[in-house]
Nanobody, 119 residues
């Protein structure tokens, strides 16, 4: 079993920045992809950004150019630098890791960290 622990959430004014970090309990080399998702009240969980083991990145249109995802294989962490934050970025942010299985992939999730952006 793998644990993912997020940190770095909090409250910030619009235009500000936050940096989220996700620490995995085991080597992240085993994961085909890691990323961040978010869920706002009354909405479905949505993809924010992902990075693959081959360092390919993908961003939601709403955050492209403002957020940057990175992974540190030596520290077993994946980070999300969030700049120019907007009130609509307010949500619980979840770290995700995808592990390849014989059939498909298996998802691990962190417990979530709250990000609140005030106008």
């Amino acid at each position: 079993q793998v644990q993912l622990v997020e940190s770095g959430g909090g409250m910030v004014q619009a235009g500000g920045s936050l940096r989220l970090s996700c620490a995995a309990s085991r080597s992240i080399f085993r994961f085909v992809a890691m990323g961040w998702y978010r869920q706002a009240p009354g909405k479905q969980r949505e993809l924010v950004a992902t990075t693959t083991s081959g360092d390919r990145t993908k961003y939601a249109d709403s955050v492209r150019g403002r957020f940057t995802i990175s992974r540190d294989n030596a520290k077993n962490t994946v980070n999300l630098q969030m700049n120019t934050l907007k009130p609509e970025d307010t949500a619980v942010y979840y770290c995700n890791a995808k592990e390849s299985r014989a059939i498909g992939t298996y998802d691990y999730w962190g417990q979530g960290t709250q990000v609140t952006v005030s106008s």
